[in-house]
């Protein structure tokens, strides 16, 4: 355990939001429990209010697991003094079995937590509330992934000793590894570039095919393009995008981009990338609940520009992590 | 004529099957056509100012229904109601409800802020109304400052501001002498004209008898004991 | 977005209004997060000046022990390491620690074949004859002499030796070189008594630093009585001994930023009936709960960063201009000539984002139930008055 700053202000922002999560969950039961959308009771109206608060404790919550995700990020990197060998986050991240597993954990409570916070407003925008029992059924899911993203959170600093040698991205993204990682390190940049780029080209085809025909067969599959580009592009990055953005043809760290002596680019990068994936997976979310007349009405209403954010989003994401390698003079491909 | 408010068999108890349980409206059934001025009367406690918050959809009947142009508003959720008070309705209240550390135009902008209109577009519209009550050359003091006739003139001009069909009024002359009550009898008789359905509360019969009141509902203990059209 | 602005300009003007009501909140806001900010711009600042310091030491330095204590090391283990490959160079070094009573501080002395390379800022020059030295700022303001002037130094068998200043570091960080007094080696050897065949440390230099594990490893074999300390592990326990003081203090003053939690919940409970009657209106008018929750999270919000502001200057202020008086007691401390002690001013961003993150998280989570329970008021009230 090492008692540093950001450690310990990342363990109390976890407890804090677990605290409120839990309210939230405490009153999400009592809402499942007697809500009836029929009646005009004062119990009634009493729990619609509720409901505001719940939905403003969880916007909250999502919030503080935007930053918290950053910070986590920044102090891995500002840790990774400690541990001889290590010269950057990756390092820290590998000081233990559970680093990673930490960072996953964030990635999936920002996408779950975002998409509870949009069907929320979705669902308050009805005048029927169709989603109500699924809504909060899905909170009480919520909850125990943030209560697991801390508990793993303080696992992680825990187990932390200033003293292990650790491989640092040198070795962990150097080619010859066998982790995922670093095969996607050690994938061909022609044949990553390739893939990458026609996974990227599908998802705008898509995209633009939702934008112009309302068919149902679409969103499925623009949720399944996004999903993949998700993927796909953070290989890509780790493959390819680094080394173009570092220029160094075997520098494949994913987090050095958030650094200032990058000009922070992995930002506008990462954010990008996290609103095109989901807002692109919102139309396919929302297909079943098409089912509620009400619904229905509020998401096609606002479909278009869930898929316009996503089309920009994926535009700034090309043109962002694309942008040295048509104007940069590094080159990688012709070795 | 379709009616512009249908309520059908509303019922409003407060604290319900608690012991301090209070029965404000009993079963009432009222409708409300376009371009009427209804004065609602009776004796403190008759249940005046629940049916008045429940017409405009300030609260939510125990039972029964009301309809708003054909729309059932007594069971939408709460923002659904806010979103009804600020674009169908105007309130003039008993005690005004100014902010009264707040400038006379920011006041009767307050209406429009939950909307999406710009900023300039507001203070234009807000001055228009302002100009209409005479109020521009006090736009930028403070409520507290004016005189008790100025309030109620800002506080029609804010019942005003988001152009509603509708205009309810709670007691609008409990605290004004005859002559300002005339001066407000006339503003509302103008409103009227333009084709606003005006809805008051009062126990004025200075209000009630005038001849701009085309209906007057009496109200005892929660019931209706007299509708007539005068 | 535009009705969010709007709201945000209505939460403006209302928080302007309420002036005298905020301005408690703000200073002791304000003042809770000067102290958090104070803790981690000095321990910041201190870890960048020994961090920045340390860049410039020797990659390798060996030292040999005894009885495990550290003791002289013989100047000929220098021709074993030099004929290791990838060994650039070595430099046998001479310096010791100097405890002067009359000001009660310890110096210490270097010999001038090997000062420290960061010290560029040297007003005069380094010591060329016997009896000449050059000393650090601190040194120089505590004996108060001038370039010219004679510092005088007792030796083992308490004679004085006069030794002429030619030279006093003005370097900009003051951590390292304060204490410092650079004597010509041999005249340093005679002043410590200690045999020419022997030096303190052995500085080791390589061509490539991927190699320094391996050298170490392989200097222990060949001497056995040495110890081998790299540069990284010296940062790195630098590192970890900073981390662990500010997370000590930080540790203590969130104490402070729970009790100021306290307040702060007490005062967004207790609102005013004036505040109540106004919200009140605003719902009947037709505002939506929502709009209300958004007004309350644009207040605190505003709230938040002007006292972080505030704070963050304040802290500044603290540490940078008056050198931190309030903490330095606690977490310096290892030599005694620190009066003078200026710090780089040295902010990033990380330490912002973290103080940040510490201060207003809680804040924001101390008022949603309170603002909830004000956005939901009733509008039914309103018509009652």
């Given amino acids: 355990m090492i008692l540093h700053p950001g450690i310990l202000s990342l363990l109390s922002g976890s407890l804090l939001t677990l605290l409120v999560m839990l309210i939230a969950s405490g009153l999400g039961i009592r809402i499942l429990l007697s809500w009836d959308a029929s009646s005009s009771s004062e119990g009634q109206i009493i729990l619609e209010r509720k409901t505001w608060l719940v939905s403003t404790l969880v916007n909250y919550a999502l919030g503080f697991q935007i930053f918290s995700a950053f910070l986590f990020i920044a102090t891995a990197e500002d840790i990774h003094q400690l541990f001889v060998g290590a010269m950057c986050a990756t390092g820290s991240l590998n000081a233990n079995l559970v680093g990673w597993l930490v960072l996953l954990i964030k990635g999936i409570l920002l996408f779950a937590a975002a998409l509870w916070v949009i069907l929320n407003r979705l669902d308050q925008r009805t005048e029927d ?22 508990y793993l959170q303080w696992r992680y600093f825990r187990g932390l000793q200033p003293e292990i040698i650790t491989s640092c991205c040198g070795s962990l993204f150097s080619a010859d590894g066998e982790s995922v990682v670093s095969e996607l ?78 000009g922070y680019v992995g930002y506008p990068i990462y954010a990008a990338l996290f609103i095109a994936t989901l807002y692109g997976m919102l139309p396919g979310i929302c297909q079943p609940l098409r089912q509620h007349e009400s619904i229905e009405k509020e998401v096609d209403r606002i479909e278009r520009n869930w898929l316009w954010f996503s089309l920009w989003a994926t535009l700034i994401f090309l043109l962002i992590s694309c942008w040295q390698m048509v104007f940069g003079s590094f080159t990688l491909l012709g070795y | ?127 228009a109304v302002l100009e209409r009550f005479e109020l521009q050359k ?42 300002l009550s005339e001066i407000l009898l006339g503003i509302l008789a103008n409103l009227n004209t333009e084709g606003k359905t005006i809805i008051i509360a009062t126990h004025d019969p200075a209000i009630y008898q005038s001849p701009l009141i085309q209906r007057r509902v009496s109200l005892r203990h929660g019931e209706i004991v007299e509708d007539k059209n005068q | 977005m535009r009705r969010q602005l709007k709201i945000l300009e209505y939460t403006l003007s209302s928080l302007i209004r309420r002036k005298a009501k905020n301005f408690s909140l703000i200073v002791v806001y304000a003042f809770t997060i000067a102290t958090l900010g104070s803790v981690l711009f000095l321990t910041h600042a201190l870890k960048e000046e020994a961090t920045g310091s340390l860049t410039e030491a020797p990659a390798l330095t060996v030292q040999r022990i005894s009885a495990g204590r550290h003791d002289l090391i013989p100047t000929h283990y220098t021709t074993t390491i030099k004929h290791l ?19 009660k501080a310890n110096l210490t002395l270097i010999g001038s074949n090997n000062p420290p390379a960061e010290l560029l800022l040297l007003d005069g020059n380094l010591p060329e004859n016997p009896q000449e030295c050059a000393i650090g700022k601190g040194v120089a303001d505590a004996f108060g002499p001038a370039i010219g002037d004679n510092l005088v130094l007792e030796d083992n068998e308490q004679k004085s030796n006069r030794f002429k200043i030619t030279g006093i570091f003005q370097a900009e960080s003051s951590l390292l070189t304060n204490d410092l007094v650079i004597l010509p080696e041999t005249t340093l050897r005679t002043f410590f008594s200690m045999d020419p065949e022997m030096a303190t440390d052995l500085v080791v230099e390589v061509y490539n630093p991927r190699e320094i594990k391996t050298l170490a490893k392989k200097i222990k074999y060949l001497l056995p009585d040495t110890r081998p300390i790299s540069r990284d592990e010296i940062l790195h326990t630098y ?60 207040e605190g919000l505003v709230l938040s960063l002007t006292s972080f502001l505030l704070g963050i200057l304040a802290a500044w202020i603290h540490v940078f201009v008056f050198a931190a008086p309030a903490l330095v007691p606690l977490l310096k401390g290892w030599s005694v000539l620190f009066p003078k002690f200026q710090l780089t ?30 956005a939901v008021t009733d509008p039914e009230q309103i018509m009652r008055g």
């Fill in chain 1, 129 to 150: 509330c169709p989603l109500v029992r699924q809504k909060y059924f899905a909170l009480l899911l919520l909850t125990p992934l943030v209560a697991l993203d801390g």
């Fill in chain 1, 185 to 262: 390190a050690g994938m061909p940049a022609r044949q990553a570039m390739l893939l990458f780029f026609s996974m990227t080209g599908t998802h705008l085809i898509v995209l633009s095919a939702c934008l112009r025909f309302k068919a149902t067969i679409l969103r499925p599959l623009l949720f399944m393009t996004a999903v993949l580009m998700l993927f796909i592009s953070l290989g890509a990055i780790i493959s390819f995008i680094s080394l173009y953005i570092y220029q160094m043809p075997s520098h494949h760290c994913p987090f050095d981009m958030l650094q200032s002596h990058y």
């Fill in chain 2, 1 to 127: 004529m379709s009616p512009l408010l249908t309520i059908t068999n509303l019922n409003k108890i407060y604290h319900r099957h608690q012991p301090d349980e209070v029965i404000a409206l009993r079963d009432i059934s009222l409708k409300i056509t376009a371009g009427e001025v209804v004065a609602l009367t009776g004796p403190s406690g008759s249940g005046k100012t629940t049916l008045l918050s429940l017409l405009g959809c300030m609260s939510k009947p125990t039972s029964g229904s009301i309809q708003l142009r054909g729309r059932l508003v007594s069971k939408l959720p709460e923002r659904f109601l806010a979103q009804i008070r600020r674009t169908s309705f105007g309130f003039v209240f008993q005690q005004y409800n100014l902010l009264r550390d707040v400038s006379v135009l920011e006041n009767v902008m307050l209406p429009l802020y939950p909307s999406n209109q710009s900023f300039r577009v507001m203070k234009k519209t807000a001055g």
């Fill in chain 2, 138 to 179: 006090m736009m930028r003091k403070k409520v507290k400052q004016l005189s008790g006739g100025e309030q109620q003139r800002v506080a029609i001009a804010r019942a005003l501001v988001a152009n509603p069909d509708i205009i309810i009024a709670d007691e609008p002359t409990a605290h004004l002498d005859s002559n």
């Fill in chain 3, 85 to 103: 490959p990838g060994v650039k160079s070595v430099t046998p070094r001479v310096w010791g620690y100097y405890y002067d009573s009359l000001i």
């Fill in chain 3, 239 to 298: 590192d970890t001994l900073f981390n662990w003081r500010s997370g000590m203090m930080l540790a203590v003053a969130i104490a402070a930023l729970i009790s100021f939690c306290i307040l702060a919940w007490d005062k967004a409970t207790g609102i005013s009936a004036t505040e109540k009657q106004e919200i009140g209106i605003l719902k009947a008018l037709g505002w939506e709960t929502a709009d209300v929750l958004t007004a309350k999270f644009w």
């Fill in chain 3, 345 to 374: 001013p040295a902010i990033d961003f990380y330490q912002l984002f973290v103080l940040a993150f510490l201060t207003i998280g809680p804040y924001l989570v101390c008022t949603i139930i309170p603002s909830w329970k004000t």
